[in-house]
């Protein structure tokens, strides 16, 4: 269409302008070959002399990858991704120090005697301790293993004056509850769902800023052609108005003939005006969606829709399988099983088992301490059983069961109305597919049309009221047209949003998440 219009422009406008000229006026030929010239030079005919073009695709890909919108979605994912990264970290061994450098108390302590009495005893003493750990959790029990290493000093102040070294080169422990809820194995499930959400939702933003990227192409798409065809009414509306001017000399038409095409002029400039203001707003939306700061560019015609076939069984497959609400409805219904279970288990008999073993002494010395050492276990079991509760233990069990009913129902709910909203989504593709064939062929008409009416003004067969009427129709036509093109653009990419899939190149859309 744009070529087409400048080619027009350029060459038809041009010599029939010079046929009107010398035919109609009885103008001689130096005088309007000047006035052609001159008609060609002052409309501008090239509306853009920019030496970027920017297709609809590029702008997409400006958009996803410079533009604001984008970093903003790759800052919420790396956000996502750390927090994972972190939740797996705190799976693997866990090393830690810890020491006590010194502890210094000066008190009168009770202290027990051989007797069994107590007396009251003023004492100064410091206190000092190190230790290195090693904690591991066990997500097959939900326990903790746990393997240290500690040495401490006590040094006693005063007229007994002493120090005491306390050595525990090796404990090895375990910690392990029984009959309650694996908090480890259900976290993990719930933290692989939701890292898999963060994925799909960063895919779905990255067609966010596509749709978006589109809209704004359109927006300069449209203002743009605007601006062609307000400039070649223009020019035509020139023509015909200094036709009739002409003609009302020679007592072919009345004045009001000449008045109504001198107000078209008047419209056609000030819509003329007005559509080069709409480019450069469009245009600089456009900038900000795809981080560029300069207007130096132009938009390329976006290609019809016969490049698109969409498969409605395939869609619907795919986006059941990759949209982020199918797999946050599984996190829902995984958190209230959850939540089942915990109430079920916690209102039931539970324990609760410790276990240690390893090596410690005392001396007044670390090599003695060291030298002798003696064994060190520890074992204890804890249990706990509700007894009476009033029922609670009963409500608390089906009011978990029917919350996580009202989960599974409000989820097939869900996918139930995303169903419904993708099936119409396609059948509205389908409709705009064929729409655009019946838009673009009208408008081609329209244009034909518009050619012959005013062909037909020119040569005193009609009036200006019908050259105007054709014109309007011409105008509407295009609009029609480049409307239908934006919809089903739109459309598509919303499409790519709903499915998260590549209609033209029949892929999955996969962004790249590293980081």
Same mark, same amino acid.
């Given at each position: 269409?744009?070529?087409?219009?400048?080619?027009?422009?350029?060459?038809?406008?041009?010599?029939?302008?010079?046929?009107?000229?010398?035919?109609?006026?009885?103008?001689?030929?130096?005088?309007?070959?000047?006035?052609?010239?001159?008609?060609?030079?002052?409309?501008?005919?090239?509306?853009?002399?920019?030496?970027?073009?920017?297709?609809?695709?590029?702008?997409?890909?400006?958009?996803?990858?410079?533009?604001?919108?984008?970093?903003?979605?790759?800052?919420?994912?790396?956000?996502?991704?750390?927090?994972?990264?972190?939740?797996?970290?705190?799976?693997?061994?866990?090393?830690?120090?810890?020491?006590?450098?010194?502890?210094?108390?000066?008190?009168?302590?009770?202290?027990?005697?051989?007797?069994?009495?107590?007396?009251?005893?003023?004492?100064?003493?410091?206190?000092?301790?190190?230790?290195?750990?090693?904690?591991?959790?066990?997500?097959?029990?939900?326990?903790?293993?746990?393997?240290?290493?500690?040495?401490?000093?006590?040094?006693?102040?005063?007229?007994?004056?002493?120090?005491?070294?306390?050595?525990?080169?090796?404990?090895?422990?375990?910690?392990?509850?029984?009959?309650?809820?694996?908090?480890?194995?259900?976290?993990?499930?719930?933290?692989?769902?939701?890292?898999?959400?963060?994925?799909?939702?960063?895919?779905?933003?990255?067609?966010?800023?596509?749709?978006?990227?589109?809209?704004?192409?359109?927006?300069?798409?449209?203002?743009?052609?605007?601006?062609?065809?307000?400039?070649?009414?223009?020019?035509?509306?020139?023509?015909?108005?200094?036709?009739?001017?002409?003609?009302? =000399? #020679? @007592?072919?038409?009345?004045?009001?003939?000449?008045?109504? &095409?001198? +107000?078209?002029? !008047?419209?056609?400039?000030?819509? %003329?005006?007005?559509?080069?203001?709409?480019?450069?707003?469009?245009?600089?939306?456009?900038?900000?969606?795809?981080?560029?700061?300069?207007?130096?560019?132009?938009?390329?015609?976006?290609?019809?829709?016969?490049?698109?076939?969409?498969?409605?069984?395939?869609?619907?497959?795919?986006?059941?399988?990759?949209?982020?609400?199918?797999?946050?409805?599984?996190?829902?219904?995984?958190?209230?099983?959850?939540?089942?279970?915990?109430?079920?288990?916690?209102?039931?008999?539970?324990?609760?088992?410790?276990? =240690? #073993? @390893?090596?410690?002494?005392?001396?007044?010395?670390?090599? &003695?301490? +060291?030298?002798? !050492?003696?064994?060190?276990?520890? %074992?204890?079991?804890?249990?706990?059983?509700?007894?009476?509760?009033?029922?609670?233990?009963?409500?608390?069990?089906?009011?978990?069961?029917?919350?996580?009913?009202?989960?599974?129902?409000?989820?097939?709910?869900?996918?139930?109305?995303?169903?419904?909203?993708?099936?119409?989504?396609?059948?509205?593709?389908?409709?705009?597919?064929?729409?655009?064939?019946?838009?673009?062929?009208?408008?081609?008409?329209?244009?034909?049309?518009?050619?012959?009416?005013?062909?037909?003004?020119?040569?005193?067969?009609?009036?200006?009221?019908?050259?105007?009427?054709?014109?309007?129709?011409?105008?509407?036509?295009?609009?029609?047209?480049?409307?239908?093109?934006?919809?089903?653009?739109?459309?598509?990419?919303?499409?790519?949003?709903?499915?998260?899939?590549?209609?033209?190149?029949?892929?999955?859309?996969?962004?790249?998440?590293?980081?």
């Amino acid at each position: 269409m744009q070529n087409f219009r400048h080619r027009y422009l350029k060459t038809g406008l041009f010599m029939h302008s010079l046929h009107i000229l010398t035919k109609t006026l009885q103008l001689p030929m130096f005088f309007a070959l000047y006035y052609g010239l001159a008609l060609l030079l002052c409309s501008g005919l090239e509306v853009y002399a920019q030496n970027t073009v920017l297709t609809l695709k590029e702008c997409v890909r400006l958009a996803q990858t410079q533009g604001p919108a984008a970093e903003i979605a790759r800052s919420a994912y790396r956000n996502r991704f750390h927090r994972y990264e972190s939740f797996t970290a705190g799976l693997l061994p866990q090393f830690s120090l810890e020491g006590t450098l010194p502890n210094i108390t000066r008190a009168i302590n009770s202290i027990p005697q051989p007797d069994g009495s107590l007396l009251f005893r003023s004492q100064s003493q410091a206190q000092s301790s190190a230790g290195i750990n090693i904690s591991q959790q066990i997500p097959l029990t939900g326990g903790q293993l746990f393997i240290g290493s500690s040495l401490s000093r006590i040094d006693l102040f005063g007229e007994n004056a002493s120090k005491l070294w306390s050595v525990s080169p090796l404990v090895l422990g375990i910690s392990q509850p029984l009959f309650q809820l694996n908090t480890v194995s259900w976290n993990i499930r719930e933290q692989e769902i939701m890292i898999d959400i963060a994925r799909k939702q960063f895919h779905e933003a990255m067609e966010d800023i596509a749709m978006e990227a589109v809209a704004r192409f359109f927006d300069v798409y449209l203002a743009q052609m605007n601006v062609e065809n307000a400039r070649l009414n223009v020019i035509i509306n020139d023509s015909t108005y200094r036709l009739s001017q002409g003609r009302f =000399t #020679v @007592g072919k038409i009345a004045e009001n003939d000449v008045l109504q &095409n001198e +107000l078209s002029l !008047l419209n056609a400039q000030m819509s %003329f005006s007005t559509a080069q203001l709409e480019v450069l707003n469009a245009k600089q939306n456009l900038g900000i969606t795809l981080g560029i700061s300069t207007n130096k560019y132009s938009i390329e015609s976006p290609q019809n829709s016969n490049t698109v076939r969409i498969d409605s069984a395939i869609a619907m497959e795919i986006a059941l399988r990759n949209r982020s609400e199918i797999r946050n409805f599984e996190l829902q219904k995984l958190s209230a099983e959850r939540f089942t279970t915990q109430t079920t288990l916690q209102n039931s008999f539970n324990a609760t088992l410790s276990a =240690t #073993v @390893g090596l410690n002494q005392t001396a007044q010395t670390v090599p &003695n301490a +060291l030298n002798n !050492l003696l064994d060190r276990q520890t %074992f204890s079991l804890s249990i706990g059983m509700p007894l009476f509760q009033w029922g609670k233990a009963t409500h608390d069990k089906e009011a978990a069961q029917a919350e996580e009913q009202r989960t599974l129902l409000n989820s097939n709910l869900q996918i139930h109305l995303l169903r419904q909203e993708l099936t119409n989504h396609i059948q509205r593709m389908m409709l705009l597919d064929k729409q655009i064939v019946i838009a673009k062929k009208t408008e081609e008409i329209a244009q034909k049309r518009y050619e012959m009416t005013k062909n037909r003004y020119l040569i005193g067969k009609i009036d200006i009221k019908d050259v105007l009427l054709a014109q309007s129709e011409k105008d509407a036509a295009f609009r029609t047209f480049a409307q239908t093109l934006r919809d089903f653009w739109t459309g598509y990419y919303r499409l790519r949003r709903l499915t998260l899939y590549d209609f033209e190149d029949k892929k999955v859309i996969e962004y790249d998440t590293r980081m």
